[in-house]
């Protein structure tokens, strides 16, 4: 662990890299961080990330809560974290079951995605005295590596779940209403990944890691989901796949800032959605061992982005701002 950034950062890249938004991130395994593009709104061109934290053992989802600060999961080492006022961080939550993902719904409770065998799915885990779990089981089966989760104001949350063993439970998106039993809202989607609600909590956007595409659904009164559909096409590709084999783009964390904008990782870096799916640009990132898996807006004003992946934390300085209405 470090604060603030390496000591040395390689800026220059290859031509061959430079000339395609597809190789537009570092290789794994260094230290190279790049200048961001100019993105209207968004990003100012030259801005450079800077590592907060390496050399944990795993890092995902971070999130900001006023109050307490930048949280994000160490899954491997069972606990969520938080930085302290040196940038350094510390266990906010231990004793955890290999926890991903995590939502803050609109009681103030934060859940979070349980992922080892026997002990899967979405728990109440702060405030201490509070934590209970929200389900486990589907149809009498235990769920098998939910992913991501996002709550909505009605006290449901959604989440993905990616099994392992597909002939025991299929991909797919669950809803938990507030006090119910879960519900299965989508299948069919080949890796269903990071998922976020539109401001209005009337769509609900899924990431396939598996595939090329972040989906669209229409969210019903009941929490189920209707009318799926193609919202935008990433850019982003991996280049180790065969040449004859579908195209994958690796998506994953799925982030909304106030202006309604998607902010997803893929293989690219941060590829950027407008609120028509339009793309608007690409923000080439890597968190060092790995590409990143999740990201989330945070600090003041919410207007610095967060991403984590590989035991790595990463933040830059964004001009656009993150959703006021709900913690991610």
Sequence with gaps: MIRHAFATLTLALTAGLCSSPAFAQSPPNTVALQPAPDIPGVIAGGTMPEVVVKGLTSSDDPMWIEGIGLIFSESQANR?????????????IGGLLNPLGMTFDSKGQ???????????????????????????KYDGKNFGRPNDIVADLKGGVYFTDIPPDRT??????????????????????????????????????????????????????????ANRRVFAT?????????????????????????????????????????????????????????????????????????????????????????????AK
């Design 80 to 92: 969520i974290v938080r930085l302290d006022e040196h940038d350094q961080p510390v266990t906010f």
């Design 168 to 225: 025991i439970l299929p991909p797919a998106v669950y809803y938990v209403p507030s006090g119910g039993a879960p519900i299965r809202v989508a299948e069919g989607i080949t890796t269903p990944n990071g998922l976020q609600l539109s401001h209005d909590e009337k769509t609900l956007y899924v990431n396939d890691t598996g595939g090329i595409n972040v989906y669209a659904f229409d969210v019903q009164p009941d929490g189920k989901l």
């Design 234 to 326: 990433y850019k982003g590709r991996d280049q180790m796949v065969a040449p004859n084999a579908p195209p994958l783009s690796r998506a994953d964390g799925l982030v909304t800032d106030n202006d309604g904008r998607l902010y997803a990782l893929t293989e690219s870096g941060i590829e950027v959605i407008g609120t028509k799916g339009e793309h608007l640009g690409i923000i080439p990132i890597w968190c060092i061992t790995r590409r990143c898996q999740n990201l989330s807006f945070g600090g003041p004003g919410k207007q610095t982005l967060y991403i984590a992946g590989g035991g790595t934390l990463i933040r830059i300085a964004m001009r656009s701002r993150g959703f006021q209405g709900r």
């Design 110 to 136: 934060l859940i979070s995605l349980q992922t080892r065998p026997g002990s899967t799915g979405p728990r109440i885990v702060w405030p201490m005295g509070k934590e209970k779990i929200v389900a486990d």
